[in-house]
């Protein structure tokens, strides 16, 4: 980790409250492998540096909840976007305003 970055609370923002309805299910429950595609990526955010791991649900947010094994580990924080039908905008903003107040970047 570069110097500048050493003593900064870094937080990563997960944006997994899509609808898929073009996809016609749930793409964060889509199997890659023998896993889950969103469980694939909570493995490299918790594998990583980051401090905070914030994950934005939305469509489907009981079923990924319930299905998503990383979800259940402890740097990682659920919040859910009630309002993600208006676009991926208010996922991000949601996941920011959940940031730890401490987040530096």
């Known amino acids: 980790m570069q110097p500048e970055f050493r003593n900064r609370h870094v937080?990563?923002?997960?944006?997994a409250a899509g609808s898929s309805v073009r996809m016609g299910r749930a793409k964060q429950l889509?199997?890659?492998g023998e896993r889950l595609l969103l469980d694939h990526v909570l493995d490299a955010a918790l594998g990583s540096r980051l401090n905070d791991i914030v994950v934005?649900?939305?469509a489907h947010a009981d079923e990924v909840r319930e299905r998503v094994?990383?979800?259940?580990?402890g740097r990682?924080?659920?919040?859910?976007?009630?309002?993600?039908?208006?676009?991926?905008?208010?996922?991000?903003?949601?996941?920011i305003e959940a940031?730890?107040?401490?987040t530096d970047a």
Do not use: F
């Open 11 to 15: 937080t990563g923002v997960i944006l």
């Open 69 to 73: 094994a990383g979800l259940r580990r």
């Open 30 to 32: 889509l199997p890659v």
């Open 99 to 102: 940031c730890d107040a401490r």
């Open 56 to 58: 934005v649900l939305g």
């Open 76 to 95: 990682v924080r659920i919040v859910v976007n009630e309002e993600h039908r208006n676009g991926i905008s208010t996922s991000l903003r949601r996941g």
